[in-house]
């Protein structure tokens, strides 16, 4: 069983930058194909990025492309989401999830975190 633990979220103003990471208890995290869900207030759990065990694959929601980049180091077990031109649509809890295969659908992650916040005011 991996466990997840999420960092990084905090109160930021729109326009900058955050990275969350994601860090893993077990060595077997480099077999796992990562994503980053959020979930915002009143709003259903939705994707955001994922990257496969490797680090030479990535998938993106059209909301976040060009803005956001998951990356991954698999020798300390965590995986990142650099989050430039934040904007108050982007307020959510942030969750990381372990899975067999790279997807953008949440039943394909066994593996969740607990979420960490991030907040943008309008």
């Known amino acids: 069983q991996v466990q997840l633990v999420e960092s990084g979220g905090e109160l930021v103003q729109a326009g900058d930058s955050l990275r969350l990471s994601c860090t893993a208890s077990?060595?077997?995290?480099?077999?796992?194909?990562v994503a980053w869900f959020r979930q915002g207030p009143g709003k259903e759990r939705e994707f955001v990025a994922a990257?496969?065990?490797?680090?030479?694959?990535?998938l993106y929601a059209d909301s976040v492309k060009g803005r956001f980049t998951i990356s991954r180091d698999n020798g300390k077990k965590t995986a990142y989401l650099q989050m430039n031109s934040l904007k108050p649509e982007d307020t959510a809890v942030y969750y990381c999830?372990?899975?067999?295969?790279?997807?953008?659908?949440?039943?394909?992650?066994?593996?969740w975190g607990q979420g960490t916040q991030v907040t943008i005011p309008s």
């Open positions: 990257i496969n065990w490797s680090g030479d694959s990535t």
């Open positions: 077990e060595r077997t995290f480099g077999g796992y194909a």
């Open positions: 999830a372990a899975g067999g295969r790279i997807a953008a659908l949440d039943y394909e992650y066994a593996h």
